[in-house]
């Protein structure tokens, strides 16, 4: 996971957008 956006399995604080 180099750039885990916010989808499944991936937080809400990390690359995209709510």
């Known amino acids: 996971m180099a750039s ?3 989808d ?3 937080s ?3 690359d ?3």
């Open 8 to 10: 499944i399995g991936s």
């Open 4 to 6: 885990p956006k916010n």
């Open 16 to 18: 995209d957008v709510d």
């Open 12 to 14: 809400a604080s990390d």
